[in-house]
């Protein structure tokens, strides 16, 4: 077996392998090499190196229920109906329902929006609040990035003739509850067409819906005296909901990414405007600002604010409202913050306790609900396996949020332990799994999981090699480096961002900086010098060894390469994800 720069074991403990079959841009075109190692095959390089919406459009009507939920939602246009959205408190949710309440709005309906309290109720419809906004006046709710498993909910809303629209992408059981349609590629008895779209985020199958309705209007006749809206300006949302869900970006996620950024730059939507600035991003957006930046904030709203902040900011036409909205998620997001990290350093004590179980379940009263998923995203990428973390009440109820590895589906595993009575409700995706759990089942439910996925979790972990894309000496890592790798983008989950290896370097300097990061300055034998970044390592391994390295020592580097705009000039620089003796 082949080792890249003959590193059977890093730093890290794992061996370092080329993408490809050899480094890119060592015998050909850069991005083509990049392209290819991502699986692009030949015959398909140009539709990836741009892509397109209308390249990677799939005919909407594929879809089960796709036209019967456009037909209804033409119906609601035409007779002027109360319509609800009824969205999930996070990113994709509020994108979802955003996009759909400005698409109504330019067909000449205001439809009203219906988030409900991550604390007070939970996630989904309930049959309560259905029941609630059908007495308001509503003749059609539209629930969005949920509904998926409302068994309840929608027999509540059946007995008082309340029609229902499903739009999700969460896994499915093979009983549907009982929705006036139910669209979502991830349905058991989808087709072949579309369940090959089980990637997309929720909002991804709403901006569907949104070409489907508007071709159903477009045949009725609706704009021989009206304009039809531009779907294709609402592009910014649909990007910032597939990044900001750690949705795959490939097929036509990467067209929905790599458009949507340019919606986004073109700053059309007053609220997302309103929040670049509340970030500090003067430039022009980029995908990893989606998923850090943009994603959180509005996040934030739902985990420890007002659940309905995001989708208010997103759909504002007030630039004054927008600016205080912002303004409002910004401080929340940084309140969160300081509340993630008090939990994750008490999860972190308890990791130990759960040592030689495939998925690691943590479990502790007092937690914030609202910031539990965001813990488990960091404590599986230090362990390398599914996690899951669960605030419990003072009944014995917790709420718990999960994260999994490639390979590892996670969803599928909650549902069927709710199908085992494991759970008072449960699901998810292959990647993300949402839970209710009472405290007496803990232990029953992770032997559950420690016995269904202990196999794919092996598998998955045999395969952890780091990947390399190329190599390059301190001297070849310039910006325009950067950019022409960023050139096969959009990068994200599915279709990773270029991890380069770096070297031979030494150590020329490193102090930490911030909270918890190690800065180097690191030297080539090629005489020319840069920084590297090793963030949230100032007390791992990597990080010591950074720290205690003299100019004796030589290493390879590994990690992703960045611009730093900070200085009067922009320069290349290394984020540091592993290191091995050179």
Excluded at 11 to 20: A, M, N, S, V
Excluded at 44 to 54: D, G, H, K
């Amino acid at each position: 077996m082949t080792f890249a720069l003959h590193v059977e074991q890093s730093l890290t403990g794992r061996p370092w392998r080329w993408r490809g079959a050899e480094p890119a841009g060592a015998a050909g075109d850069l991005v083509d090499d990049l392209l290819r190692a991502r699986g692009c095959p030949h015959e398909a390089l140009e539709r990836e190196r741009t892509p397109t919406i209308r390249a990677f459009m799939p005919d909407p009507s594929q879809f089960r229920d796709m036209d019967r939920a456009a037909e209804r939602l033409a119906d609601a246009i035409i007779a002027r109906e109360s319509v609800t959205i009824f969205g999930d408190y996070d990113v994709d949710g509020a994108t979802s329902a955003a996009l759909l309440i400005r698409l109504l709005r330019d067909l000449g309906l205001e439809a009203g929006v219906y988030i409900p309290d991550r604390l007070m109720e939970g996630y989904g419809p309930s049959g309560e609040a259905l029941v609630v906004l059908a007495r308001q006046g509503a003749s059609l709710v539209v629930t969005v990035d949920c509904g998926a498993q409302a068994f309840a909910a929608l027999e509540a809303a059946r007995a008082i003739s309340l029609d229902v629209i499903v739009v999700d992408h969460h896994k499915c059981a093979a009983a549907l509850p009982p929705a006036l349609a139910l669209v979502n590629p991830n349905r058991l008895d989808e087709s072949d067409d579309g369940a090959a779209h089980g990637h997309l985020a929720a909002v991804g199958v709403a901006f569907l819906l949104g070409a489907a309705l508007l071709r159903v209007l477009r045949a009725r006749g609706w704009f021989a005296t009206r304009a039809e809206p531009r779907l294709i300006d609402l592009l910014d949302l649909v990007a910032l909901g597939t990044v900001a869900d750690v949705a795959a970006i490939r097929g036509l996620n990467r067209a929905f990414v790599a458009q949507g950024l340019k919606a986004m730059a073109r700053r059309g939507n007053i609220g997302l405007n309103a929040l670049l600035a509340a970030s500090r991003l003067e430039r022009a957006p980029q995908c990893s600002d989606l998923g850090f930046a943009l994603g959180p904030r509005i996040n934030a709203g739902g985990r420890v604010g007002r659940s309905d902040l995001g989708v208010r900011l997103l759909t504002t036409q007030d630039p004054d409202e927008a600016a205080q909205l912002a303004a409002e998620l910004d401080r929340l997001n940084a309140e969160r913050r300081a509340i993630e990290a008090a939990v994750q350093e008490e999860a972190e004590h308890l990791l130990a306790e759960q040592s030689g179980r495939a998925v690691t379940v943590i479990a502790q009263t007092g937690w914030h609900p609202g910031v539990i998923g965001i813990v488990a995203g960091r404590l599986k990428e230090k362990t390398g396996a599914p996690v899951i973390v669960i605030a419990l009440d003072e009944d014995g109820i917790g709420k718990g949020s999960g994260r999994s590895i490639t390979g590892v589906d996670l969803g599928a595993a909650v549902l069927a332990a709710k199908d085992h009575g494991l759970l008072v409700a449960g699901g998810g995706h292959a990647m993300a799994a949402g839970l209710t759990i009472a405290r007496d089942r803990l232990t029953a439910f992770g032997d559950f999981l420690d016995e269904r996925l202990r196999d794919d979790v092996r598998r998955a972990s045999t395969t952890r090699a780091l990947l390399l894309d190329l190599l390059v000496a301190p001297a070849g890592l310039t910006p325009d480096l950067v950019g022409r790798m960023d050139a096969a983008g959009p990068f994200g989950n599915g279709w990773p961002a270029p991890r380069l290896a770096l070297g031979p370097v030494r150590v020329v300097r490193a102090d930490v900086v911030g909270t918890d990061h190690v800065r180097a300055i690191v030297s080539g034998e090629d005489g020319r010098s840069l920084k590297a970044m090793a963030f949230r390592h100032a007390q791992t391994d990597l990080g010591q060894t950074l720290l205690a390295a003299d100019r004796t020592h030589r290493f390879w580097l590994a990690g992703r390469a960045k611009i730093d705009d900070w200085g009067t000039q922009p320069a290349a620089e290394l984020h540091i994800e592993d290191i091995a003796p050179a």
